[in-house]
């Protein structure tokens, strides 16, 4: 009788996702198919205007979440809007991770003098006002989608940079880092097979408080004047037009601010989840 | 010729007690010479701060000495990270303390014991793979246990894990460093059984690191006992338990219990080894040290052989 249940065991790696989980990343998943593929899903181009239907409330024929100040399709919008800052978010939250990631591996490999160097580096970032730093850039280079990226990439990463550099010191004082370069290995086999599987965990933690940062520093950006460039339109640029009319119009804001804050929650969901599938010990 | 051999090895380790203390010296090893044959079992025994861990990983390599050379196999050792270094760890390995540390809990058993291969490109990948099935089987792990956590192994079984990964590649210099003191007292021994019988099999040459007498008698074929970073005797493992001749190693054979027998209070060990930061003039074990004569704080002794097979740094019972 007890041995039936073991002979229908699952495989090991055969994941259950608790339902909030699953809602999570069906959302997610919805947001990455409207970022592939927006240009066929929205109904209107996100600058055709329709002045004799200006400011419809939502549930409209025609506009199912309303149309803004120009008469513009809120829904159209959205969904570019979509795309635009989940590019710039992701591509930012990756590109700060390995960045800051690698600096802080070379910190714990060579210590002294290159350490110290990075070390002062992440202080230097930390202390540093973001904002005004990116609005000098963009001021003098002109905004563009490859500098606001790059920009946003170098926002975060000396978090990185300083957990990756304390896990690994630790990891090599004491433990399986240190018996691996004992049994031979190179450095480069030490970080990425051993280290970096062992400190991906908290790494993708630091990456899920990353990106909803990422978007709300977007957001101010644009807002000012110096992100995404109107026609172009982004989440946090639909946020900061659509708070003049906050009164009259809210769907217009709320619409957007709704989508920043269900794909942030949604990716603390996976990301925790996913840390927690990858820890075996936590099986 | 000698596997290893080890002369006048110096470790210091600068600390600081506070922010505006000048760092302290910490001399951890201190003028150590060593010799060890293809084959042979050397124990290492002392208290906790006596500088065995940190001998053992300077005669691997792993730590740099500050002064002194080691010599395996007729040449010098390489400078830790280089090339040369890291190939010569096929030929030594070390067993570690805490076998859960030193596995990756990410990794499941096999793929471990295999990684040494790997890393020095032994064998194709399946060659690796059943390599790692008999030496699982011959440090008593089953093969059905291959794809295990470290996690979901018990204690002695991890420890069998690292051994077999330390056997991968066929060394002829193994260090144990204290391979046993974190497990059961049922499963020390076995781990203790399995050691013997792989040297035995084998022939590895092994310093085996252990503040565990009994363990060491059983295991070795000659010890060596440190005080405070010097080595104050060594001996045939029979001779240094049965006639201990310095002071100390007479206190350390006096401390195993017997069943049945009380300590006789007055061989025991009094107070803590002195803070090697500040070590006595002269002999460093003069402060506690029953036979003390007014001569023992003067000069440090030399570790001299007293008889051929023994070497003892204690001038009161040299005479």
Not at chain 1, 25 to 37: D, H, T
Not at chain 1, 260 to 283: E, V
Not at chain 2, 74 to 90: I, N
Not at chain 2, 216 to 221: Q, S
Request: aromatic share 6%.
């Amino acid at each position: 009788m007890t041995a039936i249940p073991r002979l229908i065991r699952l495989p090991r790696a055969m994941p259950r996702m608790p339902i909030l989980v699953s809602v999570a990343a069906i959302w997610l998943l919805a947001m990455i198919i409207i970022a592939f593929g927006s240009d066929i899903l929205r109904p209107y181009d996100i600058t055709q205007m329709d002045l004799s239907a200006r400011l419809s409330a939502p549930g409209t024929a025609g506009h199912w979440l309303g149309t803004d100040e120009l008469g513009r399709d809120v829904l159209s919008r959205l969904l570019q809007s979509i795309r635009v800052s989940l590019l710039i978010a992701f591509g930012a939250t990756i590109l700060s991770a390995v960045f800051g990631t690698t600096l802080g591996f070379l910190a714990a490999q060579f210590r002294g003098g290159v350490e110290h160097t990075i070390l002062v580096l992440a202080d230097f970032q930390a202390a540093l006002p973001f904002l005004i730093l990116a609005l000098a850039v963009l001021a003098f280079f002109g905004s563009s989608m490859t500098l606001l990226v790059c920009l946003m990439g170098f926002y975060g990463w000396e978090r990185y940079a300083r957990i990756a550099r304390g896990l690994a010191i630790s990891a090599g004082a004491q433990g399986y880092a240190s018996a691996v370069v004992q049994l031979g290995a190179r450095p480069s086999r030490v970080y990425l097979r051993h280290i970096l599987p062992n400190v991906a965990s908290t790494l993708i933690v630091s990456m899920t408080l990353t990106f909803p940062e990422v978007i709300l520093m977007e957001s101010g950006l644009s807002f000012l004047g110096l992100g995404v460039q109107p026609p172009e339109s982004s989440l946090g640029n639909m946020v900061g037009f659509g708070r003049d009319y906050l009164t009259r119009a809210p769907w217009i804001m709320l619409a957007p601010a709704f989508v920043i804050m269900l794909t942030t929650l949604a990716i603390s969901l996976c990301g925790d989840w996913l840390r927690d599938r990858l820890d075996p010990t936590l099986r | 010729m000698m596997l290893l051999e080890a002369h006048g090895l110096v470790r210091t380790y600068l600390t600081r007690k506070s922010m505006f203390t000048p760092p302290e010296a910490v001399r951890a090893v201190d003028g150590v010479d060593l010799v060890l044959a293809p084959g042979e079992a050397l124990g290492l025994v002392g208290e906790s701060g006596s500088g065995k861990s940190t001998l053992g990983r300077m005669l691997l390599g792993i730590d740099p000495p500050d002064a002194g050379e080691i010599r395996f196999n007729g040449a010098p050792m390489p400078a830790l990270g280089t090339a040369s270094w890291r190939k010569l760890r096929a030929q030594m390995q070390m067993v570690f303390q805490d076998p859960l540390a030193a596995l990756d809990r990410r990794l499941p058993i096999a793929e471990q014991i295999a990684e040494p291969l790997a890393i020095h490109g032994i064998g194709t990948a399946s060659e690796r793979n059943d390599r790692a099935r008999s030496l699982m089987a011959q440090v008593g792990l089953r093969v059905d246990q291959a794809g295990r956590f470290p996690h979901e192994l018990s204690g002695g079984q991890r420890q069998r894990v690292v051994i077999a990964r330390a056997l991968a590649t066929s060394p002829r210099l193994l260090v144990c460093d204290e391979p046993v003191s974190a497990l059961d007292v049922s499963i020390q021994a076995q781990v203790v059984n399995l050691l013997r019988d792989l040297q035995d099999r084998h022939g590895i040459a092994m310093v085996f690191i252990s503040h565990d007498l009994k363990v060491v008698r059983n295991i070795c074929d000659r010890v060596a006992v440190m005080y405070l970073g010097r080595i104050v005797e060594e001996a045939s493992s029979d001779d240094i338990f049965s006639s201990p001749r310095h002071p100390y190693t007479r206190a350390l054979a006096a401390s195993v219990p017997i069943p049945g027998a009380r300590l006789d209070p007055s061989t025991l060990l009094q107070g803590e080894p002195p803070n090697p930061a500040r070590r006595p003039e002269g002999c460093a074990f003069h402060p506690r040290c029953t036979l003390m004569r007014p001569g023992c704080a003067g000069a440090v002794p030399r570790l001299l052989p007293t008889t051929p097979t023994r070497r003892s740094a204690c001038p009161v019972v040299a005479a």
